[in-house]
Structure formats: structure tokens, C-alpha cells
């Protein structure tokens, strides 16, 4: 058991090159299942649908089971906002023939693990020159691509009937869309209270998130490094010495070529 436990560890927080392959592994699957429940988020249920959403749900409590397995503190593990997603999408995937279809939009929550997938952003910091260079921008979309879609599946389960299927889950992301770039057709409304504030929510936190997206592509491109003297960790991209404390840097670089 205890071989076990260490094997598990070493996939989960290894720097091995098997480790980094599983690593990926996971946020492959992670995107698959992302793109497949917001594509059955407005189509019933059925046997097959079932049966597939059981089946994920037992490869989604394997990992997390492992994920709190190897935790050195259980209780931190339990209240990461990722761990708590996990676990309201396992309940939605198990007790979907005992609840109403419209809490399908809960497994969007699965998202958030996109976000927070630690280990990943560190391997991708030490391997890909492109992912440092442009982290904040692409985190950034990152954010608000699952912010529209997690956004987009509670509006239809607010605004919409079950049967209104793929034509009603079109409209509620045209209202998203609409809603966080505030242009305000006025097309499609909402006329409850909750409905309302839910359209103050997008606004607000919506437009927020494109303007960080905005800044992140268009202001001057910095790298992450560590400088190892006062700890300043984003520098111009040609950066030799900390602008902070003058200490000297190895930002690594694609170097120059040359014609």
C-alpha cells in the first residue's frame, strides 16, 4: 500500500517525464469533459448519456479520491474551490436519473479545475517559452471562456424550459454574450428578481474579466522569472539584470537566429 501511495504521489507532483505525460493527461481529460457536458447541457437524457455520464463520474471520484489520498493536509485539500467542484459534479452525475435535468448545469462547475490545475501551469512554465510569454493572457481566456459557459447553463436553467433544447441553450449564450458586453438588444430578457440580479452579476463580473483579458493581450509583454535576490517575479522579456535590485538574471529565450 505504501508503494502504492508513493507511486500515486509521484504522478500527482513528480517531475519525471511519466509524471508530466499523466499531468497532461488529465487536463485533456479534463477539456474533454468540460466540451462534453456544456454539449449535452440542453439535450435530455438518455440510456447512453446515462451510462457515460456514470462512467466519468467513476473517473472523476478516482482522481479525486487519489487527490485527497496523497494530500499532506486533508482539510486544505477539501476546501480548494476545484476539490468542491469535483464533488458537486460526481453528485450531479450520480443522482441525474433521481433530480431534474436542470441541475446538469452543475457539472460545468468541472471547469474550475481548468483554472486551477497547479501542477500543469508549473510544467507549462518550465517547457513552453510561448506559455510564460503570454500566461496572463492565456489564463485570462481561460477564465472567461468558463465564465460564459457556466454563466450561459445557469440562465437557461433560470429562463428556460427543460424542452427548449440546443435552439433555447443558443439563446441564453447570445443573452450571456449580449449581457457581459452590455450592449443590451433587449431581445431576450429577464423578468424575474433573481433573473436580474443574475443579468448585474454577468455585468459586473463579466466585464471585468474581458477587461482583464483586454489588458493582459495588449499591455507590454513581461515573463515570469523569480529573480533569486528580492524575489520579483515578472521582467521584461530581453531583462538582464532585476530592474528592483540589479541582481543579475537567466531568463531563459528562443536566442537569437540571426539571417
Same mark, same amino acid.
Given at each position: ?26 487536463? +485533456? ?36 479520491? +487519489? ?18 467542484? $469535483? ?48 500566461? $496572463? ?25 427543460? $424542452? ?71 521582467? $521584461? ?15 531563459e529565450t528562443e536566442g537569437d537566429l540571426g539571417t
Amino acid at each position: 500500500m505504501e508503494e502504492l501511495h508513493r507511486t500515486i504521489r509521484l504522478l500527482y507532483t513528480g517531475q519525471s517525464q511519466r509524471a508530466r505525460r499523466f499531468r497532461y493527461g488529465l487536463i +485533456a481529460f479534463d477539456a474533454l469533459t468540460i466540451a462534453y457536458f456544456i454539449a449535452i447541457a440542453a439535450l435530455p437524457a438518455t440510456p447512453i448519456t446515462t451510462a457515460l455520464n456514470t462512467g466519468l463520474g467513476l473517473l472523476i471520484s478516482l482522481d479525486l479520491v +487519489a487527490r485527497l489520498w496523497i494530500s499532506d493536509n486533508l482539510r486544505r485539500e477539501l476546501t480548494r474551490i476545484y476539490t468542491l467542484a $469535483d464533488l458537486i459534479v460526481v453528485l450531479s452525475l450520480f443522482l441525474a436519473p433521481l433530480i431534474t435535468e436542470n441541475f446538469a448545469f452543475l457539472r460545468v462547475l468541472r471547469g474550475l479545475r481548468l483554472i486551477h490545475a497547479y501542477h500543469l501551469l508549473r510544467d507549462l512554465r518550465r517547457e513552453s517559452l510561448f506559455f510564460r510569454r503570454n500566461e $496572463d493572457a492565456i489564463l485570462a481566456a481561460v477564465n472567461l471562456f468558463v465564465f460564459i459557459f457556466v454563466t450561459t447553463s445557469l440562465v437557461f436553467v433560470l429562463a428556460f424550459s427543460k $424542452d427548449a433544447g440546443i435552439a433555447g441553450y443558443v439563446d441564453a449564450l447570445y443573452f450571456t454574450v449580449a449581457t457581459l458586453t452590455t450592449t443590451g438588444f433587449g431581445d431576450i430578457t429577464m423578468e424575474t428578481t433573481s433573473g436580474k440580479l443574475l443579468s448585474v452579476f454577468i455585468m459586473v463580473v463579466g466585464v471585468a474579466l474581458f477587461v482583464q483579458l483586454a489588458r493582459a493581450i495588449f499591455q507590454p509583454s513581461k515573463i515570469k522569472h523569480k529573480c533569486p535576490e528580492c524575489g520579483l517575479n515578472r521582467h $521584461d522579456l530581453d531583462a538582464i539584470h532585476c530592474k528592483h535590485c540589479g541582481e543579475l538574471l537567466n531568463i531563459e529565450t528562443e536566442g537569437d537566429l540571426g539571417t
